[in-house]
């Protein structure tokens, strides 16, 4: 089964948290801190794999998590990190986080490696708090936790000529003329339903990869028929075969095909159309072909066109040398996000959000919200003295006791902080 797109949950593993330790040692209070740190959380890491042509494996694996890091040990030792978690994808896979539409990576090399989700950072033991004033701390940090979203998977497929035109114009039967690949034909629309990938040798010795994509029909870049599902496949293409069936052997004609196929082309906003172009005038065995190809040629004299009849391989090898030759002069395209218009990129400014929030609540009642303060909180570290005195530390630090001032708080007033109130006081 060949699965192009795949949405899955990601989850970086968790820092470990350090510990509060003491070692025996006379004269020396406590024995002194002897409290190691947290190990770091595991990665999300996506490799490519060339061995794997589909992302079935993903369709069933949804929910991809790294290990968490061990939380530290006595005599200063550091926690195990976490294993990163290696996820093995096909060449050409794009990963976009599913909030923003974001392309995190673009895998094209083999066994190129991009971490996809950061694992969380270890927290410190209590040996790094000490200090000429603390001797003897009492405190250490959580591990922060790793990263967690929704990802859309994609493949791409990794060819340099695209095959294009409607279903049953004979792509599928190029392909199997000119390479190994062997491509389902058959004599009806839509005979295939996922691209199909072989390898081209011209009898000079130059060789490229050539993609048979799933038939287009009119509106499919709004997504009707396969729609999405065969644009998205010949964004890496460099060059594309556009084949025409000149004989009109299903009632259409020709003219009428190349110039639906063109707007859908153009429509995709992805500058499909900036691509060089092979225009293959296909099924010259037919009654009608010499007439419609005469015709052709009168509508877009400046056009080359190649006739070739696909299933008795003749007049194929002047389209490959003229592919290889195309090839060897054309660049390969960036892919963009899916949205961004080809007309160029507007610009416009916003101000940054500031990530932390003081709002009043009433007469003397003042709420402290964002992710700043998110990150910082933790109520469960709230134990000791010791606790609360590194939590005002932070506080002062971040500024927040200085924009509480600014903002009006006054000695007394009573300040909420993620459902928990603490009173604001002047030293």
């Not at 030792?77 to 986080?97: C, F, Q, W, Y």
């Not at 609360?388 to 300040?415: H, P, Q, S």
Request: aromatic share 8%; hydrophobic share 35%.
């Amino acid at each position: 089964m060949f699965v192009d797109q795949v949405k899955i949950h990601v989850q970086a593993g968790k820092g470990g948290d350090g510990i509060v330790s003491f070692r025996h040692e006379k004269y020396v209070a406590y024995g002194g801190p002897f409290g190691g740190d947290g190990g770091n959380g595991g990665n999300v890491v996506f490799e490519a794999d060339p061995g794997m042509t589909t992302l079935l494996d993903l369709r069933y694996h949804r929910k991809i998590k790294a290990t968490p890091g061990e939380k530290g040990k006595n005599k200063k030792m550091h926690g195990a990190n976490g294993e990163d978690k290696i996820v093995k994808v096909p060449l050409g896979t794009i990963v976009k986080r599913a909030d923003t539409g974001q392309i995190i990576a673009d895998l094209t090399e083999p066994h190129q490696q991009t971490i996809i989700c950061k694992g969380g950072r270890g927290g410190r033991g209590n040996f790094h708090f000490r200090s000429s004033r603390n001797t003897a701390p009492k405190y250490a940090e959580l591990g922060t936790l790793g990263e967690e979203f929704d990802c859309i998977v994609e493949l791409r497929v990794l060819a340099d000529v695209g095959l294009v035109g409607f279903p049953s114009v004979g792509k599928s039967t190029l392909l199997d003329a000119v390479s190994r690949a062997k491509p389902e034909i058959g004599d009806y629309p839509f005979t295939t339903i996922s691209p199909n990938v072989g390898v081209v040798q011209v009898k000079d010795g130059r060789s490229f990869i050539m993609a048979d994509l799933p038939g287009l029909i009119e509106g499919a870049s709004t997504g009707k028929g396969l729609g999405h599902q065969f644009l998205r496949h010949i964004e890496r293409c460099r060059v594309i075969v556009h084949v025409l069936d000149m004989g009109g052997q299903d009632g259409r004609d020709p003219l009428e095909d190349y110039e639906i196929i063109n707007d859908e082309l153009r429509s995709y906003q992805i500058r499909l159309l900036e691509r060089p172009q092979i225009v293959v005038a296909n099924k010259m065995d037919l009654d009608d072909a010499q007439k419609n190809l005469e015709r052709f040629k009168e509508k877009y004299p400046d056009l080359e066109v190649y006739p070739t009849t696909t299933i008795i391989h003749e007049g194929l090898d002047p389209v490959l040398r003229r592919a290889a030759d195309l090839l060897a002069v054309t660049p390969a395209f960036p892919i963009v996000t899916e949205g961004t218009s080809n007309e160029g990129v507007t610009y416009t400014f916003e101000e940054k959000k500031s990530d932390l929030q003081i709002t009043k609540l009433g007469d003397h009642l003042w709420e402290i919200s964002g992710p700043r303060i998110e990150r910082v909180f933790n109520i469960q570290k709230l134990n000791t003295e010791e606790d609360y005195f590194e939590f005002a530390n932070k506080m002062r630090y971040l500024g927040i006791d200085t924009a509480l001032r600014e903002a009006g708080c006054m000695d007394g007033d009573t300040v909420q902080m993620l459902g928990y109130q603490f009173d604001f006081i002047e030293n």
